[in-house]
């Protein structure tokens, strides 16, 4: 059974750098052919893809967040982490981690509410 489970502060003030992690078990990052990926969920939006790194550690990144986002992974704690710069309340949000495999998004996890404010 494939569980992600995404960590990180709930809280971050306006201008700081926002630090997420997702933990997963059931399935190796590293295995062919998966892409691990961040996707988060603004207030009365839909649902807007923020990057991916795939099992080689190719990454990708929405052009939209690109000049603020870091996406790495930690093969030894099965681990993948985002990192968003100079947030502003605009990325207040719900993200969440989840399994990309052939265009689709298979596993996910309960996602994690992230606000910004001073």
């Known amino acids: 059974q494939v569980q992600l489970q995404e960590s990180g502060p709930g809280l971050v003030k306006p201008s700081q750098t926002l630090s997420l992690t997702c933990t997963v078990s059931?399935?190796?990052?590293?295995?062919?052919?998966?892409?691990w990926t961040w996707i988060r969920q603004s207030p009365g939006k839909g649902l807007e893809w923020i990057a991916d790194i795939h099992y080689n550690g190719y990454t990708f990144y929405s052009p939209s967040l690109a000049g603020r986002t870091s996406i790495s992974m930690d093969t030894s704690k099965n681990q993948y982490s985002l990192q968003l710069s100079s947030v502003t309340p605009e990325d207040t949000a719900v993200y969440y981690c989840?399994?990309?495999?052939?265009?689709?998004?298979?596993?996910w996890g309960q996602g994690t509410q992230v606000t910004v404010s001073s």
């Open positions: 059931g399935n190796s990052i590293t295995t062919n052919g998966f892409a």
């Open positions: 989840a399994r990309g495999v052939s265009w689709l998004y298979d596993y």
